[in-house]
T-cell receptor, first 113, second 115 residues
Framework: QKEVEQNSGPLSVPEGAIASLNCTYS??????FFWYRQYSGKSPELIMF????GDKEDGRFTAQLNKASQYVSLLIRDSQPSDSATYLC?????????????FGTGTRLQVTL | NAGVTQTPKFRILKIGQSMTLQCTQD?????MYWYRQDPGMGLKLIYY???????DKGEVPNGYNVSRSTTEDFPLRLELAAPSQTSVYFC??????????????FGDGTRLSIL
């Protein structure tokens, strides 16, 4: 069973702080890793993807990947109330002719004033 | 720029009824996917397609059928609705290629209740 695990939260951080969201995966053949943000009642929207070990930065967001330890994380700097949402980690492993994603159950982030 | 469009947005069905959830994309993506999301849960893959005329089962295909007659459209069919199929259904698409990216783009979802 290929699994992606996330702490369901809620993770509560004060405005302006750094939020750290973590995700572990079981399939060592996984090649690409995605972070989606999902507001309540809305569809997932892509924040970042990463496929090489190390850090990848985009504005206030930094994705970190460690394939040896099989974890990927998302850091949100200077957290804002608008960042309050559920963050879904998704992992992609090539399978035949399709590249399907396996999603974690998501971590709910609450940014408090 | 429409992206992935799903209809209807909401629907209530009676047990045993059938319906088709529509999904169309205008990004010329070959890959399309159907997911369901139950409250507080992640997304579960129902069916996917790698191109017109080609479909395959995902994690939770029972009770559903799909077809892919064109690149743009990927409808999901429920033949005999059951309460366990109450969920939010998302359609997604992605481009092909062997690159590591090609993220999936999601429609706004269809909220389906079976009573």
């Amino acid at each position: 069973q290929k699994e992606v695990e996330q702490n369901s939260g809620p993770l509560s951080v004060p405005e302006g702080a750094i939020a750290s969201l973590n995700c572990t995966y079981s399939d060592r053949g996984s090649q690409s890793f995605f972070w989606y943000r999902q507001y309540s009642g809305k569809s997932p929207e892509l924040i970042m993807f990463i496929y090489s070990n190390g850090d990848k930065e985009d504005g206030r967001f930094t994705a970190q990947l460690n394939k040896a330890s099989q974890y990927v994380s998302l850091l949100i700097r200077d957290s804002q109330p608008s960042d309050s949402a559920t963050y879904l980690c998704a992992v992609r492993a090539l399978s035949g002719t399709a590249s399907k994603l396996t999603f974690g159950t998501g971590t709910r982030l609450q940014v408090t004033l | 720029n429409a992206g992935v469009t799903q209809t209807p947005k909401f629907r209530i069905l009676k047990i045993g009824q059938s319906m088709t959830l529509q999904c169309t994309q205008d990004m010329n993506h070959n890959y399309m996917y159907w997911y369901r999301q139950d409250p507080g849960m992640g997304l579960k893959l129902i069916y996917y397609s790698v191109g017109a005329g080609i479909t395959d089962k995902g994690e939770v295909p029972n009770g559903y059928n799909v077809s892919r007659s064109t690149t743009e459209d990927f409808p999901l069919r429920l033949e005999l609705a059951a309460p366990s199929q109450t969920s939010v259904y998302f359609c997604a698409s992605s481009s092909t290629g062997q690159g590591a990216g090609q993220p999936q783009h999601f429609g706004d979802g269809t909220r389906l209740s079976i009573l």
